[in-house]
């Protein structure tokens, strides 16, 4: 009997401690440990850099009773790393980046200003269950109507979120395009808002500069971002905004695991 410790991953065998997750219907089995901690901390490793799927390297396990010692090591250490990393954030934005496509800007769209893209993600998921009112917002944010404006605004930038008018109230609604990104797991969720991100040229700009330069300056955010109509009036508008994709790039930074 293999008891399970930590959020169905972590399990303990014979005093032992074993990483396991399923995939597509397969027990994977992620190393053996002697301690709880020494599991724990290859489990945010792997949390942090990607699951590894489908490699040669891993055994599939159709059952807890066919588990045999030899199993529990199904992985060549070197070989491991590699393939987990060739999963990570940092590759997949990175192999993102070399083939994006630009989309137009709409100048009807204002520029965004919502610098929490973890907020921004909640109400996306929220309009996964079911489209909202600016109220519906508001209560389930504990936000005012203007922090609505920002959110909304910057669904509308990414063409994920769609309005319409019912009993003289405005609706929110995931678009065809927001519907599959909230509708994926988090991971490739994560990556597919990345990608909204650097369809924006002027936000793949900004990306590349932080990433060439390993910082993430505002005046380089100001500079590149007056290379562009973004029809800001001001240059006090201007900053408030390069605060907001200040907090985006450090939002991806973050993924990818870069400390910059």
């Not at 059952?63 to 954030?89: G, M, Q, W």
């Not at 309009?127 to 005012?144: F, P, R, T, V």
């Not at 001001?234 to 400390?259: G, N, Y």
Request: net charge negative; hydrophobic share 35%; with cysteine.
């Amino acid at each position: 009997m293999i008891n399970m410790l930590e959020e169905g991953y972590i399990f303990e065998k014979d005093g032992k401690y074993i990483i396991k997750r399923e995939f597509d219907g397969f027990e994977y089995f992620f190393g053996e440990f002697l301690t709880v901690d020494e599991a724990i901390s290859k489990k945010q490793w792997l949390d942090r850099h990607g699951w590894p799927v489908n490699i040669e390297t891993l055994k599939k396990v159709k059952s807890e009773d066919s588990l045999k010692k030899d199993d529990l090591n199904v992985y060549d250490p070197l070989e491991f790393e590699c393939n987990t990393l060739n999963r990570s954030y940092e590759h997949d934005i990175l192999e993102m980046v070399k083939n994006i496509c630009f989309i137009e800007e709409n100048p009807k769209i204002p520029f965004p200003q919502s610098d929490d893209l973890n907020r921004f993600i909640f109400i996306g998921q929220s309009l996964l269950e079911n489209d909202l009112s600016k109220e519906d917002i508001k209560q389930s944010n504990l936000i005012g109507n203007r922090i609505v404006n920002m959110y909304t605004s910057t669904g509308f930038y990414f063409h994920v979120f769609e309005k319409y008018k019912k009993d003289n109230k405005i609706y929110y609604k995931l678009s065809d395009k927001g519907k599959k990104i909230f509708e994926s797991k988090e991971y490739d969720r994560n990556l597919n808002i990345c990608k909204c991100i650097f369809e924006h040229e002027v936000l793949y700009n900004i990306f590349m500069d932080s990433l060439v330069n390993e910082n993430i300056s505002k005046t380089n955010i100001v500079n590149i971002m007056l290379q562009y109509d973004l029809n800001l009036k001001s240059m006090v508008t201007i900053k408030r905004r390069a605060q907001c994709i200040s907090s985006w790039m450090h939002w991806i930074f973050r993924l990818m695991d870069i400390e910059i």
